[in-house]
Protein backbone atom coordinates (compact mmCIF):
# COMPACT_ATOMS: atom_id res chain seq x y z
CA UNK A 1 0.00 0.00 0.00
CA UNK A 2 0.76 3.36 -0.89
CA UNK A 3 0.98 6.26 1.77
CA UNK A 4 -1.78 7.85 0.50
CA UNK A 5 -3.66 4.57 0.20
CA UNK A 6 -2.78 4.29 3.84
CA UNK A 7 -4.42 7.11 4.77
CA UNK A 8 -7.45 6.64 2.79
CA UNK A 9 -7.91 3.04 4.35
CA UNK A 10 -8.00 4.56 7.92
CA UNK A 11 -9.94 7.37 7.59
CA UNK A 12 -13.24 7.22 9.35
CA UNK A 13 -15.19 9.15 5.92
CA UNK A 14 -13.50 6.64 3.71
CA UNK A 15 -17.19 4.45 3.21
CA UNK A 16 -18.85 7.67 2.07
CA UNK A 17 -16.01 7.53 -0.79
CA UNK A 18 -17.33 5.82 -4.17
CA UNK A 19 -14.71 5.96 -6.42
CA UNK A 20 -11.90 5.13 -3.85
CA UNK A 21 -9.54 3.99 -6.62
CA UNK A 22 -9.78 7.07 -9.18
CA UNK A 23 -9.65 9.18 -5.61
CA UNK A 24 -6.19 7.37 -5.21
CA UNK A 25 -4.85 8.01 -8.20
CA UNK A 26 -5.40 11.50 -8.14
CA UNK A 27 -4.06 12.64 -5.03
CA UNK A 28 -1.28 10.75 -5.80
CA UNK A 29 -0.87 12.47 -9.47
CA UNK A 30 -1.33 15.41 -7.62
CA UNK A 31 1.54 15.45 -5.01
CA UNK A 32 4.05 13.93 -7.96
CA UNK A 33 3.41 16.61 -10.32
CA UNK A 34 3.69 19.31 -7.40
CA UNK A 35 7.47 18.13 -7.17
CA UNK A 36 8.11 17.59 -10.35
CA UNK A 37 7.54 20.73 -11.81
CA UNK A 38 8.94 22.28 -8.84
CA UNK A 39 12.19 20.29 -9.71
CA UNK A 40 11.51 21.14 -13.45
CA UNK A 41 11.66 24.67 -12.73
CA UNK A 42 14.89 24.45 -11.29
CA UNK A 43 16.08 22.66 -14.14
CA UNK A 44 15.36 24.90 -16.71
CA UNK A 45 16.61 27.28 -14.30
CA UNK A 46 19.92 25.87 -14.30
CA UNK A 47 20.43 25.28 -18.43
CA UNK A 48 22.58 27.91 -18.99
CA UNK A 49 22.72 29.14 -22.39
CA UNK A 50 19.49 27.63 -23.05
CA UNK A 51 17.85 29.89 -20.67
CA UNK A 52 16.11 32.40 -22.66
CA UNK A 53 14.06 29.90 -24.62
CA UNK A 54 12.81 28.35 -21.44
CA UNK A 55 11.09 31.12 -19.51
CA UNK A 56 7.67 30.57 -20.72
CA UNK A 57 8.62 26.71 -19.47
CA UNK A 58 9.78 27.60 -15.79
CA UNK A 59 6.92 30.35 -15.43
CA UNK A 60 4.18 27.21 -16.15
CA UNK A 61 6.01 25.18 -13.65
CA UNK A 62 5.49 27.12 -11.10
CA UNK A 63 1.75 27.71 -11.79
CA UNK A 64 1.33 23.73 -12.04
CA UNK A 65 3.36 23.05 -8.80
CA UNK A 66 1.00 25.49 -7.10
CA UNK A 67 -2.54 24.14 -8.40
CA UNK A 68 -1.35 20.64 -7.98
CA UNK A 69 -0.13 20.93 -4.50
CA UNK A 70 -3.61 22.68 -3.89
CA UNK A 71 -5.89 20.32 -5.37
CA UNK A 72 -3.80 17.47 -3.68
CA UNK A 73 -4.76 19.03 -0.40
CA UNK A 74 -8.18 19.81 -1.26
CA UNK A 75 -8.84 16.18 -2.83
CA UNK A 76 -6.93 14.36 0.48
CA UNK A 77 -9.88 15.67 2.63
CA UNK A 78 -12.97 13.33 2.82
CA UNK A 79 -14.86 15.17 5.87
CA UNK A 80 -17.72 17.51 4.73
CA UNK A 81 -17.32 17.38 1.10
CA UNK A 82 -18.60 20.08 -1.42
CA UNK A 83 -18.65 19.21 -4.94
CA UNK A 84 -18.38 22.68 -6.37
CA UNK A 85 -15.27 23.17 -4.46
CA UNK A 86 -13.65 19.90 -5.77
CA UNK A 87 -14.69 19.96 -9.31
CA UNK A 88 -13.52 23.22 -10.23
CA UNK A 89 -10.54 22.70 -8.22
CA UNK A 90 -10.04 19.77 -10.85
CA UNK A 91 -10.67 21.85 -13.82
CA UNK A 92 -8.33 24.23 -12.96
CA UNK A 93 -5.87 21.06 -11.74
CA UNK A 94 -6.17 19.88 -16.21
CA UNK A 95 -5.87 23.40 -17.41
CA UNK A 96 -2.59 23.85 -15.23
CA UNK A 97 -1.47 20.42 -16.08
CA UNK A 98 -1.92 20.42 -20.13
CA UNK A 99 -0.67 23.91 -20.61
CA UNK A 100 2.25 22.67 -19.06
CA UNK A 101 2.22 19.19 -20.17
CA UNK A 102 2.46 20.95 -24.08
CA UNK A 103 5.19 23.06 -23.19
CA UNK A 104 7.32 20.32 -21.93
CA UNK A 105 6.84 18.30 -24.79
CA UNK A 106 8.07 20.67 -27.31
CA UNK A 107 11.17 20.70 -24.95
CA UNK A 108 11.19 18.07 -24.53
CA UNK A 109 11.37 16.91 -28.81
CA UNK A 110 12.97 20.08 -30.35
CA UNK A 111 15.96 20.75 -27.69
CA UNK A 112 16.42 16.93 -25.87
CA UNK A 113 15.33 18.53 -22.60
CA UNK A 114 14.89 14.91 -20.56
CA UNK A 115 13.84 16.76 -17.46
CA UNK A 116 10.85 18.27 -19.63
CA UNK A 117 10.20 14.38 -20.64
CA UNK A 118 10.13 13.38 -17.30
CA UNK A 119 7.39 16.17 -16.38
CA UNK A 120 5.39 16.18 -19.28
CA UNK A 121 4.72 12.74 -18.50
CA UNK A 122 4.00 13.43 -14.97
CA UNK A 123 1.59 16.64 -16.01
CA UNK A 124 -0.27 14.22 -18.86
CA UNK A 125 -0.83 11.68 -16.00
CA UNK A 126 -2.04 13.65 -13.56
CA UNK A 127 -4.12 15.89 -16.20
CA UNK A 128 -5.80 11.92 -17.02
CA UNK A 129 -6.23 11.14 -13.33
CA UNK A 130 -7.90 14.93 -12.92
CA UNK A 131 -10.17 14.06 -15.87
CA UNK A 132 -10.97 10.37 -14.48
CA UNK A 133 -12.13 11.86 -11.33
CA UNK A 134 -14.00 14.53 -12.88
CA UNK A 135 -15.98 11.71 -14.87
CA UNK A 136 -16.67 9.69 -11.53
CA UNK A 137 -18.25 12.60 -9.55
CA UNK A 138 -20.17 13.49 -12.65
CA UNK A 139 -21.98 9.58 -12.64
CA UNK B 1 1.32 52.44 -2.40
CA UNK B 2 0.52 48.52 -1.16
CA UNK B 3 3.06 46.03 -1.92
CA UNK B 4 1.37 44.72 -4.47
CA UNK B 5 0.90 48.23 -6.63
CA UNK B 6 4.84 48.61 -5.84
CA UNK B 7 5.60 45.53 -7.17
CA UNK B 8 3.57 44.92 -10.10
CA UNK B 9 4.42 48.90 -10.95
CA UNK B 10 8.05 47.37 -11.08
CA UNK B 11 7.82 44.63 -13.24
CA UNK B 12 9.29 44.46 -16.55
CA UNK B 13 6.04 43.32 -18.35
CA UNK B 14 3.66 45.48 -16.52
CA UNK B 15 2.84 47.43 -19.85
CA UNK B 16 1.56 44.13 -20.99
CA UNK B 17 -1.64 44.33 -18.41
CA UNK B 18 -4.51 45.77 -19.64
CA UNK B 19 -6.72 45.87 -16.18
CA UNK B 20 -4.13 46.54 -13.66
CA UNK B 21 -6.81 47.84 -10.96
CA UNK B 22 -8.61 44.74 -10.89
CA UNK B 23 -5.42 42.44 -11.15
CA UNK B 24 -4.22 44.40 -8.20
CA UNK B 25 -7.67 44.10 -6.20
CA UNK B 26 -7.29 40.53 -6.85
CA UNK B 27 -3.78 39.30 -6.16
CA UNK B 28 -4.37 41.43 -2.57
CA UNK B 29 -7.82 39.59 -1.84
CA UNK B 30 -6.25 36.45 -2.76
CA UNK B 31 -3.58 36.82 0.29
CA UNK B 32 -5.78 38.35 2.70
CA UNK B 33 -8.52 35.38 2.44
CA UNK B 34 -5.56 32.96 2.26
CA UNK B 35 -4.45 34.11 5.84
CA UNK B 36 -7.90 34.87 7.22
CA UNK B 37 -9.26 31.78 6.67
CA UNK B 38 -6.34 29.90 7.59
CA UNK B 39 -6.47 32.08 10.76
CA UNK B 40 -10.59 31.54 10.99
CA UNK B 41 -9.50 27.11 10.70
CA UNK B 42 -7.75 27.32 13.63
CA UNK B 43 -10.17 30.16 15.52
CA UNK B 44 -12.96 27.56 14.69
CA UNK B 45 -10.68 24.33 16.17
CA UNK B 46 -10.09 26.40 19.16
CA UNK B 47 -13.96 26.83 19.94
CA UNK B 48 -14.11 24.37 22.70
CA UNK B 49 -18.33 23.03 23.06
CA UNK B 50 -18.78 24.57 19.96
CA UNK B 51 -16.60 22.50 17.94
CA UNK B 52 -18.21 19.82 16.90
CA UNK B 53 -20.56 22.58 15.01
CA UNK B 54 -17.52 24.25 13.12
CA UNK B 55 -16.39 20.90 11.33
CA UNK B 56 -17.51 21.54 8.02
CA UNK B 57 -16.85 25.42 8.59
CA UNK B 58 -12.75 24.14 9.47
CA UNK B 59 -12.60 22.06 6.30
CA UNK B 60 -13.59 24.92 3.86
CA UNK B 61 -11.88 27.67 5.64
CA UNK B 62 -8.54 24.45 4.72
CA UNK B 63 -10.32 24.37 1.38
CA UNK B 64 -10.06 28.02 0.44
CA UNK B 65 -6.98 28.76 2.29
CA UNK B 66 -4.96 26.62 -0.27
CA UNK B 67 -7.04 27.63 -3.52
CA UNK B 68 -6.41 31.01 -2.78
CA UNK B 69 -2.87 30.64 -1.82
CA UNK B 70 -2.54 28.69 -4.90
CA UNK B 71 -4.42 31.24 -7.09
CA UNK B 72 -3.09 34.57 -5.74
CA UNK B 73 0.38 33.18 -6.47
CA UNK B 74 -0.65 32.69 -10.05
CA UNK B 75 -2.12 35.75 -10.72
CA UNK B 76 1.39 37.23 -9.29
CA UNK B 77 2.97 36.22 -12.44
CA UNK B 78 3.19 38.32 -15.40
CA UNK B 79 5.87 37.09 -17.28
CA UNK B 80 4.15 34.44 -20.17
CA UNK B 81 0.53 34.14 -18.99
CA UNK B 82 -2.01 31.70 -20.02
CA UNK B 83 -5.18 32.44 -19.97
CA UNK B 84 -7.12 28.85 -19.82
CA UNK B 85 -4.82 28.59 -16.39
CA UNK B 86 -5.82 31.79 -15.01
CA UNK B 87 -9.81 31.78 -15.85
CA UNK B 88 -10.30 28.06 -14.86
CA UNK B 89 -7.90 29.52 -11.47
CA UNK B 90 -9.87 31.92 -11.08
CA UNK B 91 -13.46 29.92 -11.34
CA UNK B 92 -11.99 27.43 -8.40
CA UNK B 93 -11.03 30.45 -6.24
CA UNK B 94 -14.16 31.92 -6.74
CA UNK B 95 -16.15 28.31 -5.68
CA UNK B 96 -14.02 27.89 -2.36
CA UNK B 97 -14.87 31.71 -1.82
CA UNK B 98 -18.69 31.21 -1.88
CA UNK B 99 -18.75 28.25 -0.48
CA UNK B 100 -16.44 29.58 2.55
CA UNK B 101 -18.04 32.48 2.45
CA UNK B 102 -21.91 30.87 3.06
CA UNK B 103 -21.22 28.54 5.56
CA UNK B 104 -18.78 31.56 7.53
CA UNK B 105 -21.93 33.81 7.41
CA UNK B 106 -24.33 30.95 8.88
CA UNK B 107 -22.05 30.57 11.92
CA UNK B 108 -21.84 34.78 12.45
CA UNK B 109 -25.26 34.97 12.44
CA UNK B 110 -26.80 32.04 14.55
CA UNK B 111 -23.36 31.17 16.75
CA UNK B 112 -22.05 34.77 16.60
CA UNK B 113 -18.60 33.67 15.69
CA UNK B 114 -16.73 36.93 15.56
CA UNK B 115 -13.88 35.45 13.39
CA UNK B 116 -16.38 33.80 10.90
CA UNK B 117 -17.84 37.26 10.40
CA UNK B 118 -14.49 38.74 9.47
CA UNK B 119 -13.76 35.53 7.24
CA UNK B 120 -17.04 36.20 5.51
CA UNK B 121 -16.07 39.51 4.37
CA UNK B 122 -12.93 38.31 2.98
CA UNK B 123 -14.54 35.78 1.10
CA UNK B 124 -16.78 38.04 -0.27
CA UNK B 125 -14.39 40.24 -1.54
CA UNK B 126 -12.22 37.73 -3.03
CA UNK B 127 -15.25 36.07 -4.80
CA UNK B 128 -16.31 39.73 -6.05
CA UNK B 129 -12.60 40.63 -7.04
CA UNK B 130 -12.26 37.03 -9.01
CA UNK B 131 -15.49 37.51 -10.75
CA UNK B 132 -14.10 41.46 -12.04
CA UNK B 133 -11.24 40.36 -12.85
CA UNK B 134 -12.63 37.05 -14.78
CA UNK B 135 -14.86 40.05 -16.69
CA UNK B 136 -11.77 42.21 -17.57
CA UNK B 137 -10.43 39.15 -19.38
CA UNK B 138 -13.42 38.52 -21.23
CA UNK B 139 -13.69 42.11 -22.29
CA UNK C 1 13.07 4.82 -10.65
CA UNK C 2 10.67 7.15 -8.30
CA UNK C 3 9.73 10.38 -10.21
CA UNK C 4 12.28 12.10 -7.76
CA UNK C 5 14.95 10.09 -9.29
CA UNK C 6 14.16 10.76 -12.49
CA UNK C 7 14.50 14.71 -12.00
CA UNK C 8 17.28 14.29 -10.09
CA UNK C 9 19.15 12.39 -12.69
CA UNK C 10 18.19 14.72 -15.29
CA UNK C 11 18.72 18.11 -13.54
CA UNK C 12 21.55 19.99 -14.91
CA UNK C 13 23.69 20.65 -11.78
CA UNK C 14 22.80 17.16 -10.85
CA UNK C 15 26.84 16.55 -10.40
CA UNK C 16 27.13 19.41 -8.40
CA UNK C 17 25.19 17.20 -5.50
CA UNK C 18 27.73 14.76 -3.27
CA UNK C 19 24.90 13.37 -1.21
CA UNK C 20 22.19 12.45 -3.87
CA UNK C 21 20.79 9.31 -1.75
CA UNK C 22 20.05 11.53 1.37
CA UNK C 23 18.78 14.29 -0.88
CA UNK C 24 16.34 11.96 -2.77
CA UNK C 25 15.52 10.12 0.51
CA UNK C 26 14.38 13.70 2.09
CA UNK C 27 12.34 15.46 -0.63
CA UNK C 28 10.45 12.05 -1.15
CA UNK C 29 9.69 11.70 2.79
CA UNK C 30 8.84 15.52 2.87
CA UNK C 31 6.48 15.60 0.46
CA UNK C 32 4.80 11.58 1.36
CA UNK C 33 4.82 13.68 5.27
CA UNK C 34 2.97 16.59 3.81
CA UNK C 35 0.34 14.57 2.43
CA UNK C 36 -0.14 12.10 5.63
CA UNK C 37 -0.32 15.38 7.50
CA UNK C 38 -3.26 17.34 5.69
CA UNK C 39 -4.81 13.72 5.68
CA UNK C 40 -4.33 13.34 9.27
CA UNK C 41 -5.59 16.56 10.03
CA UNK C 42 -8.89 15.91 8.60
CA UNK C 43 -9.16 12.25 9.24
CA UNK C 44 -8.82 13.35 12.97
CA UNK C 45 -11.39 16.35 11.63
CA UNK C 46 -14.30 13.51 11.20
CA UNK C 47 -13.56 11.26 14.37
CA UNK C 48 -17.02 12.96 15.71
CA UNK C 49 -17.01 12.18 19.68
CA UNK C 50 -13.11 11.98 19.44
CA UNK C 51 -12.89 15.61 18.18
CA UNK C 52 -12.30 17.42 21.42
CA UNK C 53 -9.44 15.33 22.11
CA UNK C 54 -7.24 15.43 19.00
CA UNK C 55 -7.34 19.15 18.39
CA UNK C 56 -3.92 19.45 19.42
CA UNK C 57 -3.35 16.87 16.87
CA UNK C 58 -4.86 18.78 14.21
CA UNK C 59 -2.85 21.62 14.62
CA UNK C 60 0.37 19.96 15.01
CA UNK C 61 -0.82 18.25 11.84
CA UNK C 62 -1.41 21.04 9.88
CA UNK C 63 2.05 22.73 10.56
CA UNK C 64 4.30 19.93 10.30
CA UNK C 65 1.93 19.84 6.63
CA UNK C 66 2.89 23.67 5.79
CA UNK C 67 6.68 23.30 6.58
CA UNK C 68 7.28 19.70 5.14
CA UNK C 69 5.83 21.48 2.13
CA UNK C 70 7.99 24.28 2.18
CA UNK C 71 11.06 22.11 2.93
CA UNK C 72 10.22 19.51 0.03
CA UNK C 73 10.00 22.33 -2.11
CA UNK C 74 13.74 24.20 -1.15
CA UNK C 75 15.15 20.68 -1.52
CA UNK C 76 13.86 20.00 -5.12
CA UNK C 77 16.10 23.08 -5.99
CA UNK C 78 19.62 22.13 -6.80
CA UNK C 79 20.34 25.73 -8.71
CA UNK C 80 22.53 27.92 -6.72
CA UNK C 81 21.76 26.21 -3.39
CA UNK C 82 22.14 28.58 -0.26
CA UNK C 83 23.63 26.09 2.80
CA UNK C 84 22.14 28.42 5.62
CA UNK C 85 18.54 28.26 4.29
CA UNK C 86 18.87 24.76 3.29
CA UNK C 87 20.45 23.87 7.03
CA UNK C 88 17.81 25.86 9.12
CA UNK C 89 14.33 24.74 6.90
CA UNK C 90 15.49 20.95 7.27
CA UNK C 91 15.98 21.81 10.81
CA UNK C 92 12.57 23.08 11.33
CA UNK C 93 11.27 20.54 9.40
CA UNK C 94 12.66 17.86 12.33
CA UNK C 95 11.30 19.59 14.59
CA UNK C 96 7.77 19.89 13.37
CA UNK C 97 7.99 16.10 12.30
CA UNK C 98 9.26 15.67 16.09
CA UNK C 99 5.82 17.27 17.73
CA UNK C 100 3.64 15.71 15.16
CA UNK C 101 4.86 12.39 15.75
CA UNK C 102 4.89 12.84 19.06
CA UNK C 103 1.19 13.79 19.23
CA UNK C 104 0.03 10.80 16.93
CA UNK C 105 1.80 8.41 18.50
CA UNK C 106 -0.02 8.78 22.00
CA UNK C 107 -3.07 8.92 20.41
CA UNK C 108 -2.11 5.61 18.10
CA UNK C 109 -1.23 4.00 21.59
CA UNK C 110 -4.54 5.66 23.41
CA UNK C 111 -7.01 6.09 21.79
CA UNK C 112 -6.09 3.32 18.95
CA UNK C 113 -6.23 5.48 15.69
CA UNK C 114 -5.18 4.16 13.18
CA UNK C 115 -4.25 7.16 10.95
CA UNK C 116 -2.30 8.71 13.69
CA UNK C 117 -0.04 5.56 13.50
CA UNK C 118 0.12 6.09 9.71
CA UNK C 119 0.94 9.54 10.60
CA UNK C 120 3.25 8.94 12.79
CA UNK C 121 5.63 6.42 10.66
CA UNK C 122 5.51 9.18 8.13
CA UNK C 123 6.85 11.69 10.46
CA UNK C 124 9.26 9.69 11.81
CA UNK C 125 10.92 9.08 8.90
CA UNK C 126 10.86 12.18 7.59
CA UNK C 127 12.52 13.46 10.88
CA UNK C 128 15.09 10.48 10.26
CA UNK C 129 15.34 11.73 6.55
CA UNK C 130 16.11 15.65 7.69
CA UNK C 131 18.32 14.44 10.20
CA UNK C 132 20.56 11.98 7.84
CA UNK C 133 20.95 14.74 5.12
CA UNK C 134 21.71 17.65 7.89
CA UNK C 135 24.60 15.06 8.84
CA UNK C 136 25.30 14.72 4.88
CA UNK C 137 25.77 18.34 4.29
CA UNK C 138 27.97 18.98 7.55
CA UNK C 139 30.64 16.45 6.61
CA UNK D 1 -7.61 47.13 11.86
CA UNK D 2 -6.15 45.18 9.19
CA UNK D 3 -7.53 41.97 8.79
CA UNK D 4 -4.49 40.43 10.58
CA UNK D 5 -5.32 42.27 13.55
CA UNK D 6 -9.21 41.34 13.07
CA UNK D 7 -8.53 37.63 13.25
CA UNK D 8 -6.36 38.11 16.19
CA UNK D 9 -8.56 40.37 18.08
CA UNK D 10 -11.93 37.90 17.44
CA UNK D 11 -10.05 34.18 18.60
CA UNK D 12 -10.95 32.64 21.15
CA UNK D 13 -7.31 32.11 22.40
CA UNK D 14 -6.30 35.66 22.10
CA UNK D 15 -5.78 36.34 25.73
CA UNK D 16 -3.27 33.54 25.94
CA UNK D 17 -1.03 35.68 23.64
CA UNK D 18 1.50 37.56 25.48
CA UNK D 19 3.19 39.25 22.41
CA UNK D 20 0.48 40.81 20.66
CA UNK D 21 2.60 43.30 18.63
CA UNK D 22 5.17 41.55 17.26
CA UNK D 23 2.90 38.13 16.16
CA UNK D 24 0.72 40.68 14.44
CA UNK D 25 3.80 42.36 12.68
CA UNK D 26 5.04 39.00 12.09
CA UNK D 27 2.27 37.21 10.10
CA UNK D 28 1.88 40.52 8.22
CA UNK D 29 5.53 40.74 6.91
CA UNK D 30 5.48 37.05 6.01
CA UNK D 31 2.57 37.18 3.77
CA UNK D 32 3.91 40.03 2.38
CA UNK D 33 7.34 38.92 1.83
CA UNK D 34 5.56 35.63 0.61
CA UNK D 35 3.64 37.56 -2.17
CA UNK D 36 6.74 39.70 -2.92
CA UNK D 37 9.34 37.54 -3.30
CA UNK D 38 6.57 35.45 -5.84
CA UNK D 39 6.59 38.32 -7.89
CA UNK D 40 10.27 39.23 -7.74
CA UNK D 41 10.91 35.82 -9.44
CA UNK D 42 8.48 36.43 -12.05
CA UNK D 43 9.81 39.96 -12.65
CA UNK D 44 13.51 38.32 -12.82
CA UNK D 45 12.00 35.86 -15.14
CA UNK D 46 10.54 38.82 -17.41
CA UNK D 47 13.95 40.82 -17.37
CA UNK D 48 15.05 39.19 -21.10
CA UNK D 49 18.62 39.99 -21.65
CA UNK D 50 19.44 40.00 -17.58
CA UNK D 51 17.94 36.95 -16.77
CA UNK D 52 21.38 35.40 -16.57
CA UNK D 53 22.87 37.32 -14.19
CA UNK D 54 19.24 36.69 -12.27
CA UNK D 55 19.04 32.82 -11.62
CA UNK D 56 20.32 32.59 -8.11
CA UNK D 57 18.28 35.82 -7.09
CA UNK D 58 14.64 33.46 -8.70
CA UNK D 59 16.21 30.60 -6.79
CA UNK D 60 16.26 32.53 -3.53
CA UNK D 61 13.06 34.12 -4.50
CA UNK D 62 10.94 31.11 -4.65
CA UNK D 63 13.03 29.75 -1.91
CA UNK D 64 12.02 32.47 0.52
CA UNK D 65 8.02 32.47 -0.92
CA UNK D 66 7.79 28.62 0.05
CA UNK D 67 9.48 29.44 3.34
CA UNK D 68 7.62 32.79 4.49
CA UNK D 69 4.25 31.20 3.12
CA UNK D 70 4.83 28.23 5.73
CA UNK D 71 6.13 30.53 8.63
CA UNK D 72 3.09 32.93 7.67
CA UNK D 73 0.63 30.07 8.61
CA UNK D 74 2.05 28.28 11.25
CA UNK D 75 2.12 31.81 13.37
CA UNK D 76 -1.50 32.16 12.65
CA UNK D 77 -2.40 29.67 14.36
CA UNK D 78 -2.74 30.12 18.64
CA UNK D 79 -4.69 26.92 19.32
CA UNK D 80 -2.37 24.64 20.93
CA UNK D 81 1.07 26.37 20.11
CA UNK D 82 4.26 24.18 20.47
CA UNK D 83 7.43 26.38 21.12
CA UNK D 84 9.85 24.49 18.95
CA UNK D 85 7.87 24.34 16.01
CA UNK D 86 7.33 27.86 15.86
CA UNK D 87 11.07 29.06 16.84
CA UNK D 88 12.56 26.70 14.19
CA UNK D 89 10.31 27.55 11.82
CA UNK D 90 11.31 31.44 12.98
CA UNK D 91 14.77 31.22 12.49
CA UNK D 92 14.53 29.36 9.04
CA UNK D 93 12.00 32.34 7.81
CA UNK D 94 15.17 34.50 9.25
CA UNK D 95 17.89 32.92 6.72
CA UNK D 96 15.48 32.74 3.88
CA UNK D 97 14.86 36.36 3.79
CA UNK D 98 18.55 36.80 4.91
CA UNK D 99 19.80 35.45 1.72
CA UNK D 100 17.09 36.64 -0.83
CA UNK D 101 17.59 40.38 0.54
CA UNK D 102 21.38 40.10 -0.02
CA UNK D 103 20.73 38.59 -3.65
CA UNK D 104 18.46 41.88 -3.98
CA UNK D 105 19.99 44.21 -2.71
CA UNK D 106 23.03 43.69 -4.95
CA UNK D 107 20.64 43.47 -7.98
CA UNK D 108 19.04 46.98 -6.46
CA UNK D 109 22.67 48.80 -5.88
CA UNK D 110 24.84 47.12 -9.13
CA UNK D 111 21.87 46.81 -11.64
CA UNK D 112 19.00 49.61 -10.84
CA UNK D 113 16.76 46.52 -10.62
CA UNK D 114 13.67 48.46 -9.10
CA UNK D 115 11.49 45.33 -8.13
CA UNK D 116 14.35 43.61 -6.52
CA UNK D 117 14.61 46.91 -4.55
CA UNK D 118 10.82 46.49 -3.02
CA UNK D 119 11.77 43.08 -2.48
CA UNK D 120 14.95 43.92 -0.35
CA UNK D 121 12.51 45.83 1.90
CA UNK D 122 10.14 42.89 2.29
CA UNK D 123 12.63 40.41 3.39
CA UNK D 124 14.49 43.02 5.45
CA UNK D 125 11.25 43.90 7.49
CA UNK D 126 10.29 40.42 7.57
CA UNK D 127 13.42 39.23 8.94
CA UNK D 128 13.18 42.16 11.40
CA UNK D 129 10.37 40.70 12.44
CA UNK D 130 10.66 37.08 12.92
CA UNK D 131 14.27 38.21 15.33
CA UNK D 132 11.40 40.52 17.28
CA UNK D 133 9.39 37.70 17.44
CA UNK D 134 12.25 35.51 18.78
CA UNK D 135 13.12 37.95 20.87
CA UNK D 136 9.60 38.50 22.70
CA UNK D 137 9.25 34.54 22.57
CA UNK D 138 12.25 34.14 24.83
CA UNK D 139 11.16 36.92 27.44
Known amino acids: MTHVQSMLATHPRASSVSNM ?3 TACIEACFECAQVC ?4 DACLGEGGHLAHLVRCIRLNLDCA ?3 SATGRVLSR ?4 TSS ?7 ACQAACKACGDECEMHARDMDMKHCAVCMESCRRCE ?3 QAL ?3 MAA
Do not use: I, R
Not at 78 to 81: A, D, G, K, N, S
Open 21 to 23: QAL
Open 38 to 41: TSCA
Open 66 to 68: DVC
Open 78 to 81: LTEP
Open 85 to 91: VLKSQLE
Open 128 to 130: AAC
Open 134 to 136: LSS
